[in-house]
């Protein structure tokens, strides 16, 4: 069995008298590439805000990192990496800057920020953009910088929020080979998504609907359960009786 990196038990988030998320339960193995679905409103940001640290549960049990999320939430920010829907690079800083100033949030020494910037200027084929200003970079760069970023103090578990959002195909296909390699370094990789072929390239798939996780296995599992084709089937035949959402 792998190690665990995520466990929830019975997670709700309340706001008042509404239940965004209600009772979720599932684990997330060290090297998986875990997709987390939902339409927009079914409470899949929510639960990422728990998981991240960023906001505390209402009620249930877990560990992120093998932190408490329901009480040691600046443990669980120092020790993942996380990259929003709608992130923010300081365009006004170069490339290199950028860098220093990740490395610096993060507590790296100077030796290790140096290594590490060399690491991932080449790895991105960068170099040549140490002194770009970030907001020169074309939206298919910026992202891949912002998930290079997430990782740069070399995280048990990176969360990607909706990634891809936004640029063209083969950005996107580069993107997720930088995923995989993440992955088959031994990083989890927590992504939701809207594009429903990305899906497809998870390890395994949660769909969640109305603050309820229906769904959990992997693609062909889930495809073969539900007599589907595709993952974009599979969470349409989940999703169609939703109460909440767009």
Known sequence: MSETVISVRNLTKRFGDFTAVNNISFDVYRGEIFGFLGANGAGKTTAMRMLCGLS?????????????????????????????QRFSLYNTLTVGEKIKLFAGIYGL??????????????????????????????????????????????PEIIFLDEPTGGVDPVTRRQFWEMIYEAAEGGTTIFVTTHYMDE????????????????????????????????????????????QRGE
Not at 68 to 74: A, D, K, S
Request: proline share 3%; net charge positive.
């Open 56 to 84: 505390y549960p209402t009620s249930g049990s877990g560990t992120v990192a093998g932190f408490n999320v329901m009480r040691e939430g600046e443990m669980i920010k120092r020790h993942i990496g996380y990259m929003s």
């Open 109 to 154: 020494s100077k030796q290790v920020t140096a290594k590490r910037s060399e690491e991932l200027l080449a790895r991105l084929k960068f170099s040549s953009e140490r002194d770009t200003l970030v907001k020169a970079l074309p939206l298919g760069w910026k992202q891949k910088l912002a998930f290079a970023f997430a990782g740069i103090h070399r």
């Open 199 to 242: 899906p497809e390239y998870c390890s395994r798939v949660s769909i969640i609907v109305d603050g309820e996780v229906r769904a959990l296995d992997t693609p062909t599992r889930l495809k073969q359960q539900f007599n589907a084709v595709s993952m974009d089937e599979v969470f349409r035949m989940l999703a169609r009786d939703a």
